[in-house]
């Protein structure tokens, strides 16, 4: 007992037996304090913020306890400027709060391009190189050279322009079209039924242009101006005429299908 009692009143003893204590204390008030930290292991679904710009989606992440960096930016078709095209983690992903979304946005100045040089290129090879470089096919003019069907001079906003000149992507380029020392003529196209946009993709293709496109009252919004189909055009398609190489057909639209005979 006494050899007991020589134990307890040992300092040295002591302070072992306290260290031990302390250090106990000290792993368990770690351990709550990770659980408090990490909300007791708990996840949550990443929303979906595609299409969103950053003042939408901002109020969003701080409702779920996210934080976010934009990475990256792209010019991608069907967004608007400064919205959500891509996000890391994926939409439905299960992530903890406090976890960095990142984004992917689209940018908000016009993308740009060079004017390649077309001279001296075919028809169609022009039309497919302009289409690589994001640039749309404009007015055909045929004009007389011995050289058929190649490109003499190139266009912008009805100007001659120089290869490498920067414009927007999208923008269009007009051909000066050789057309040979013969009056080469072709038949007028149906063009009934066909949107404004199937129409000019035709007629190019057939070396002939769109002139006035002419809507009737039932076109009222930028969505029905899509959608809009041709039912009349001069010349029209039935007749058998034929015209010049680069001449150009005027189209009527509307949304109403009725218009269109048959």
């Known amino acids: ?27 368990a008030a770690t351990f709550v304090s990770l659980n408090v930290y990490t909300n007791h292991g708990e996840y ?6 595609k299409g969103l710009t950053e003042d939408q989606f901002s109020e ?18 069907g967004y608007f ?7 890391i983690p ?19 100045a016009p993308e740009q391009v060079q004017i390649p040089n077309l001279i001296d290129y075919s028809l169609r090879n022009a039309k497919v190189i302009l289409e690589s470089y994001g640039l749309v096919v404009g007015e055909l003019i045929y ?14 906003k009805g100007k001659p322009v120089e290869p490498g000149k920067v414009v927007l992507k999208g923008s ?5 079209i050789g057309k040979g020392l013969s009056t080469e003529r072709t038949n007028v196209p149906d063009l009934q039924a066909l949107t404004l946009s199937e129409a000019q993709d ?37 007749s058998g005429a034929r015209i010049p190489l680069g001449a150009s057909i005027d189209v009527w639209l509307s949304v109403d299908t009725a218009k269109i005979n048959y």
């Not at 007992?1 to 106990?24: E, Q, R, W, Y």
């Not at 400027?81 to 996000?87: F, H, K, S, T, Y």
């Not at 004009?143 to 266009?155: A, D, F, G, M």
């Open 202 to 238: 035709y007629t190019v293709s057939v070396s002939l242009n769109i002139g006035a496109a002419i809507y009737d009252e039932s076109v009222t919004t930028a969505e029905d101006s899509l959608a809009a189909v041709i039912w009349q055009q001069q010349p029209a398609g039935e």
């Open 90 to 108: 994926a939409p439905g992903s299960m992530v903890k709060e406090n976890r960095n979304i990142h984004f992917t946005i689209k940018a908000i």
């Open 44 to 49: 949550y679904p990443v929303p979906d913020f």
């Open 172 to 176: 269009v380029i007009d051909l000066h």
């Open 81 to 87: 400027p400064g919205a959500v095209i891509e996000q």
């Open 1 to 27: 007992m006494s050899f007991l009692k020589g134990i307890i009143n040992n300092v040295f003893v002591k302070n072992i037996v306290i260290a031990i204590v302390v250090i106990t204390l000290a792993i």
């Open 60 to 77: 969003l992440i701080k409702e779920k306890g996210f934080r976010y960096n934009i990475i990256d930016s792209a010019h991608v078709d």
């Open 143 to 156: 004009v007389p050279s011995e050289y058929r069907n190649l490109v003499i001079q190139q266009l912008y």
